[in-house]
């Protein structure tokens, strides 16, 4: 049996508000033999300790905590997951945990070919990694990235502090590679880079599962497709918009839809959440968390 554990980064001035240790739960009810780390402020700080080019003053150090908070635990584990802290597990992880690839990426852009609302994420695809383009159904989102291999994270490590170490705080000078700006830019050209590691995007279409924005759609607001989530035999589904698929869905990410004054007008973002989706799907939930 693969061991486990899910990394979230959260400092204290957001967990207040983002409520990591109900992620936590959530993640636990459906998996107890997952592990749930909360990178914290402290951790935060003694990680920008150990990596000083994270201190300098061209560098925002938020763009590339992603794997930063991940390394801590990549020599425990089997398995190891980043989750972003604004996001939901409703359900099983089973599809993730079950896979054998070396890579597990979700999918950016919505059935739509759009990002919620807005114009879908796509990228140039620059050597040596690729040639063309990373298009509407291949770009990634950075907001769950999963492993079942433990030097990946110390090549997106690197790969990250290069990009990183290219820019003068304003604008990145590494023309070979003039789009690739943050985490979410190399995490999409290291999975999709051929003949370097086994990769699978999980809720690809025809997978039958969603577990990212790509269950974002509508006409003025990124989420308006969760107010049509329901469950089904104690599991929250949304079905698909064009094919009327049932889809099981595993994760909602808020993915910066609910900004941070917002939340705070709610106490935090599951009161936000609770007002947006069916109120089966909100008890659901409660049931897990508590209020």
Known sequence: MKK????????????????????KKLVNHFHPEIDFHIVDTKQTEDIKKENPWMLEETVRYPDWMMVMSCLPFVEDYDMLIHMDADSFCIGSLDKVIESDKELIGVRNNNFFGKAGSAQPCVSPFYPPYGNGSIGVEEFINA??????DKQFWYEWRDFNKFVA???????????????????????????????????????????????????????????????????????????????????????????????????????????????????????????????
């Not at 907001?143 to 079942?148: E, I, R």
């Not at 086994?198 to 759609?217: C, K, M």
């Not at 007008?265 to 909100?282: F, K, P, R, T």
């Open 143 to 148: 907001g769950f990235v999963a492993s079942n």
């Open 165 to 291: 170490e290219q820019s003068d705080g304003r604008v990145f000078n590494y023309q070979p590679w003039p789009m690739i700006r943050n985490e979410q830019d190399t995490w999409n050209h290291i999975f999709h880079a051929e003949n370097k590691y086994t990769s699978e995007i999980i809720d690809q279409e025809g997978s039958g599962v969603t577990y990212g924005i790509i269950n974002q759609w509508g006409d003025k607001d990124h989420c308006e497709s969760w107010k049509k989530l329901y469950m089904k035999d104690g599991m929250v589904y949304l079905d698909h918009p064009i094919t009327g698929e049932p889809l099981r869905t595993s994760v909602l990410h808020a993915a910066g839809v609910g900004t941070m004054e917002t939340i705070k007008d709610y106490g935090d973002q599951y009161n936000w959440l609770y007002g947006m989706i069916s109120e089966e799907v909100a008890d659901h939930i409660r049931s897990i968390v508590g209020d």
């Open 4 to 23: 486990i554990a899910i990394s979230t980064w959260c400092t204290d001035d957001y967990a207040v508000h983002l409520r990591p240790d109900k992620l």
